[in-house]
């Protein structure tokens, strides 16, 4: 069985060492020098470590059948050889968003933002994992934790993506971003 508790640790050691740390909204994360994504969940960091944070996968929330059934279609999965670069991308969204009801929330997501629509358009070259904060405690710094992999060639095609979805309505809702870039090495 695999896991579906994450720690993602930053700090002095890891398989991916951290390009860049950009704060798209809200507060920064401190920059580390080396990433180390492990599937369980770590309760605290060591001397070795300035953070942790932690999710869990869940089942699909906003997409309906037939969009499940694309993404499952054209995704890969993480951990491809030639997928050499990476990103993890933390967000917090406001308190109006968790106000809203599920089916309002599905609006904003698919129906304005068309977030599956956009995200479709760059698979299988991009790669990805979403862990929910939320689902472990109300302390957790983050909702989201979105992990990104792909090859050199589609670092690109990885930003042109993120640049829609960042244009769209959903994100008038977010308050809090952290853009981790990463490469293997």
Request: glycine residues 4%; hydrophobic residues 40%.
């Amino acid at each position: 069985m695999t896991s579906r508790l994450y720690s993602f640790i930053g700090g002095n050691t890891g398989q991916w060492r951290v390009i860049s740390a950009r704060v798209m909204a809200g507060d920064p994360v401190a920059q580390p020098a080396r990433l180390n994504v492990v599937p369980d969940l770590v309760a605290e960091t060591d001397s070795a470590s300035d953070w942790v944070l932690r999710g869990i996968t869940s089942n699909e929330r906003y997409v309906e059948r037939s969009e499940k059934d694309q993404l499952l279609a054209k995704q890969q999965g993480l951990g491809r050889p030639e997928a050499t670069c990476a990103a993890l991308i933390p967000i917090r969204k406001s308190a109006a968003w968790w106000t809203l009801t599920q089916d309002e929330r599905r609006a904003i997501f698919e129906e304005q933002s068309h977030h599956t629509r956009i995200g479709l358009q760059y698979l299988p070259a991009v790669a990805r994992r979403l862990h929910h904060c939320r689902d472990l405690s109300d302390s957790e710094p983050f909702d989201f934790l979105t992990w990104f992999e792909f090859a050199p060639e589609h670092k690109y095609s990885f930003t042109n993506m993120l640049t829609e979805l960042r244009a769209s309505p959903e994100w008038t809702y977010i308050e809090r971003e952290v853009d981790i870039r990463l490469v293997r090495d």
